[in-house]
């Protein structure tokens, strides 16, 4: 039996200085795709470059027609005979050479629509960047299905196009990468098709290295996004409850982690949890505020044209 064709493609935008890194952990791994594909919100630097030495088909666009869904889909359409797609972001470092390869492996099961792999901190990671990768992608692997919604909530459907491999007829299926999303495509798709009678698979033993040290700001314009992302998808809590309860969840286990280790960042907890609450829920009212506003609360603001 043929093997199914595998893609990789990788959205960028001025990679910088730690691209070279990155294409050198690509080349290390044993599974090797049969294409590959950058696709560039024009950059300025020498990512395009360094993109085509390692062998990448590269696509450019336009920064302000990047989106994360309809970009990604847009990559899918130009790879018409390759079944396994696998999405990386620019900032992810594969962690081993069987990363892509154990990542992949979890779509053998016919019933996985898509696979994603465990984040770990950045040696440079913050403790508050780092409990967040800790927090949720945990050591041990899972394989979810809608059975699991009473149990997991919309954990069930978290995802990450960090490091992910999709099974592009279960995703066409699905009805694709959607267009409107400001952030979340990943659990948009993931949601349709644990609802679909698809399994999700984390694979804890596909790693890649991938974190953010978010500023004050950076993290009150990322949780705003996020209540955009669920205002305007009313369905995910009418399907897989709220989110709020995982929210409290989430910062229960960070004051216990970090209050263990550092003490001293407590006071820094309490501030950035208070903005991201009122961020998020700005962001689930954002039908009354002005596109002016919404353009500067948002970490995407060429979202909002």
């Known amino acids: 039996m043929q093997q199914a064709q595998k893609a990789l493609v990788v959205p960028t935008l001025n ?13 290390r791994q044993t ?6 594909i950058v696709i560039d919100s024009s950059s300025d630097d020498d990512t395009v470059e360094f993109a085509r030495e390692y062998g990448f088909q590269v696509e450019i666009i336009a920064r302000k027609e990047f989106n ?12 018409p005979n390759v079944e ?11 962690a081993d050479a069987r990363a892509l390869e154990n990542l992949v492996r979890a779509l053998d099961d016919p019933s996985v629509g898509v696979s994603y792999g465990r984040q770990l901190p950045h040696k440079d990671a913050t403790p508050i960047a780092a409990h967040a990768r800790l927090y949720n992608y945990p050591s041990n692997s899972r394989l979810k299905s809608a059975k699991d919604i009473p149990e997991l909530g919309l954990k069930t459907a978290f995802c990450s196009n960090s490091m992910a491999a999709y099974r ?3 995703l066409l299926r699905c009805g694709g990468f959607p267009s409107e999303t400001i952030v979340n495509e990943d659990m948009y798709v993931a949601a349709k098709m644990l609802l679909g009678g698809w399994k999700v698979a984390y694979c804890a033993d596909a790693q890649v290295y991938h974190s953010h040290n978010y500023t004050y700001v950076e993290e ?4 705003f996004d996020q209540g955009v992302f669920h205002a305007r998808q009313p369905w995910l809590k009418k399907e897989f409850g709220s989110v709020e309860g995982e929210g409290f969840m989430f910062v229960f286990s960070e004051f216990r ?6 003490i001293h960042l407590i006071p820094n907890i309490i501030i950035r949890t208070a903005l991201n609450y009122l961020g998020y829920k700005l962001g689930k009212l954002e039908k009354h505020l002005s596109l002016a506003l919404k353009r500067r609360l948002s970490m995407h603001s060429h979202y909002w044209g």
């Open 15 to 27: 990679a910088g200085a730690a691209w070279r890194s990155w294409l050198a952990a690509l080349k």
């Open 168 to 170: 592009k007829s279960a």
């Open 68 to 79: 994360h869904g309809t970009t990604r889909q847009y990559t899918i359409e130009l790879i």
């Open 257 to 262: 982690y970090i209050g263990a280790r550092h």
């Open 84 to 94: 396994i797609v696998v999405f990386l972001t620019q900032d992810a470092i594969l």
């Open 31 to 36: 599974l090797k795709p049969d294409v590959m």
């Open 220 to 223: 009150f314009s990322r949780y």
